[in-house]
């Protein structure tokens, strides 16, 4: 199944066709995609008897954020081998987490603003929490997953790096930092859930291409060590990392201009784009 936030009511989409949560309820569901994933065991045993032959065509532009305000979203860092090697650093022993605070979450197809000259892309697959999470193990874990969706952990790398100790939440929660879409896709859905193709491309040229079945840390051991720690909440998202080609780390640097199109895709899920422009600068000195 998959679930999408269209015009800020929760639908059931084939991609194609959807249908409103709220009247194919007659109201039992909310129309709002955050209270959805607060009952979601409900919703998704009702949502196996929705058809979709008489919805409505979905108009993707209407596509926003699958879950738009979610309590926490956590991010990984340096969870594929080979982007461990790029950053010059070897393979953690333990999840680097760090977070993207809210506000910078953002839909599919979005104009992402530069606020600096160093805007870098990280193609990720992006993990939505489905249940009340403490202390679930990572066999239980993907029980407790509502889907999966497709994300960019947009960075901007001298924020994230500069000062007494790296700064990687601020760097990467600039406004629009956090673009997700354009559904999620139950793990169900999923014929090979721990191995899906990831990748991204600006203007059409192909900058990562990976597999999630690389993950250092898959996604039920993030699942299990970071509910070991903290709660996970209906709707919290988590960002599992990038595989390599990040612009930062090549020779010379790529980094994201005006007028680029940033295409980002995960098997079996979708794609999303961001358009860039060259954004406001933010005050110097700070
Ligand atoms: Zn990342």
Redesign the pocket.
């Known amino acids: 199944m998959k679930f999408a936030n269209y015009d800020g009511r929760a639908v059931v989409t084939d991609g194609t066709r959807a249908v409103h949560v709220a009247d194919a309820s007659n109201g039992k569901f909310a129309d709002e995609p955050d209270r959805i994933y607060t009952v979601w065991d409900e919703f998704t045993a009702w949502a196996q008897t929705v058809e979709l032959t008489d919805g409505f065509l979905l108009d993707r532009s209407k596509l926003s954020a699958p879950s738009p305000q979610p309590r926490q979203v956590f991010?990984?860092?340096l969870?594929y081998a080979e982007h461990a090697r790029e950053s010059g650093l070897d393979n953690p022993t333990e999840p680097a987490v760090f977070t993207k605070f809210p506000s910078s979450v953002t839909g599919p197809d979005t104009v992402l603003e530069l606020p600096t000259e160093t805007v870098d892309y990280?193609a990720?697959l992006v993990v939505v929490v489905g249940r009340y999470s403490h202390r679930v193990s990572e066999s239980q874990a993907w029980d407790h997953i509502a889907g999966l969706t497709v994300g960019q952990?947009i960075?901007e790398r001298i924020r994230q790096l500069i000062g007494p100790a790296p700064q990687f939440s601020l760097g990467?929660s600039f406004p629009g930092f956090a673009p997700t879409g354009p559904w999620i896709v139950t793990p169900d859905e999923l014929e090979h859930r721990d191995d899906l193709g990831i990748g991204c491309s600006i203007n059409g040229q192909v900058m990562q291409d990976g597999r999630t079945d690389d993950l250092i840390f898959s996604v039920p051991a993030i699942v299990s060590r970071l509910s070991a720690i903290l709660p996970l909440l209906p709707g919290d998202l988590i960002?599992t990392?990038?595989p390599s080609g990040v612009g930062g780390a090549r020779k010379p640097p790529v980094f994201l201009r005006d007028g680029d199109i940033l295409e980002t895709w995960v098997e079996g899920i979708g794609t999303i784009t961001s358009t860039c422009r060259t954004g406001t600068p933010y005050p110097a000195g700070h």
Do not use: I, M, P
Request: proline share 0%; net charge negative.
């Open positions: 991010a990984v860092g969870n990280e990720e952990d960075s990467k960002f990392g990038t």
